[in-house]
């Protein structure tokens, strides 16, 4: 989930989506180059599985794949 993205951003995308989906179990992981403990922690407080900072690297996202499937 992109935190920043044009019409909507990726905290209230992901609590429309857990609103809408709370019965399937989809991760969402955060994508951000905010990396500030509270933008982290408010990742998680909208119900965000896990994170990873930009710019993204091909092997933390496979890690981040790897565990959430």
Partial sequence: MDISMPQMDGFETTHLILQRYS???????????NVMKDH??????VGM???IAKPIKVTEIERVIRKWT
């Avoid at 019965?23 to 180059?33: E, Q």
């Avoid at 982290?40 to 407080?45: G, N, P, T, V």
């Fill in 40 to 45: 982290k922690d408010k990742c998680f407080e």
């Fill in 49 to 51: 599985n896990d994170f």
């Fill in 23 to 33: 019965k399937k179990k989809c991760p969402i992981i955060a994508m951000t180059a």
